[in-house]
C-alpha cells in the first residue's frame, strides 16, 4: 500500500488502474522476494483442507488444489506471477501489460509454465493411482 501511496504520482493513465496496481505490488513482491532468501509467494496453507465429511471427488479435488499450488511454488517468481494472473482469469493482454512484455511473449511463457507444472505435477499423479 505503502508503494502505491508513493507512486500515485507517477500513474499515467496510459492503463487501467488495475495494471499499474498489478505493475507495482508484483514489483513489490519481486523487490521483497530478492531481499529475502526465500521465494515464497504461493503460500500452501492457504488451500483448504480436506473435511472428514467430504466425498471421494471433492477430496481428490482438494488435493489436486494443492498439488498445483506447491508446483506452482517451485517456479521462478516472474513464472509465478503469471501463471497466477492467469488463473485469475486476466486476459494475455492484461497480464503482458503487468508483467511489461508482449502478449505473444506471455502466450510463449504460459505453454512453457504449463509444461513445467505437467512435469512437477505427473509423479503425484502416478502416485495416486
Not at 496510459?14 to 514489483?27: C, P, Q
Not at 485469475?88 to 503482458?96: D, R
Request: hydrophobic share 40%.
Amino acid at each position: 500500500m505503502v508503494n502505491l501511496w508513493k507512486g500515485l504520482q507517477s500513474f499515467k493513465h496510459a492503463s487501467k488502474l488495475s495494471t499499474w496496481i498489478y505493475r507495482v505490488s508484483l514489483n513489490t513482491a519481486i523487490s521483497k522476494c530478492k531481499k529475502a532468501s526465500k521465494s515464497q509467494l504461493v503460500y500452501t496453507d492457504d488451500v483448504p483442507e480436506v473435511a472428514a465429511g467430504d466425498t471421494d471427488h471433492e477430496a481428490e479435488h482438494s488435493l489436486s488444489i494443492k498439488a498445483l499450488y506447491k508446483g506452482i511454488d517451485k517456479l521462478k517468481p516472474i513464472e509465478k506471477a503469471i501463471i497466477l494472473l492467469y488463473l485469475e482469469e486476466k486476459s494475455y493482454q492484461e497480464i503482458a501489460d503487468i508483467i511489461g512484455l508482449s502478449k505473444e511473449n506471455i502466450s510463449v511463457k504460459l505453454v512453457r509454465i504449463k509444461k513445467k507444472l505437467e512435469h512437477y505435477l505427473k509423479p503425484l499423479a502416478t502416485s495416486n493411482r
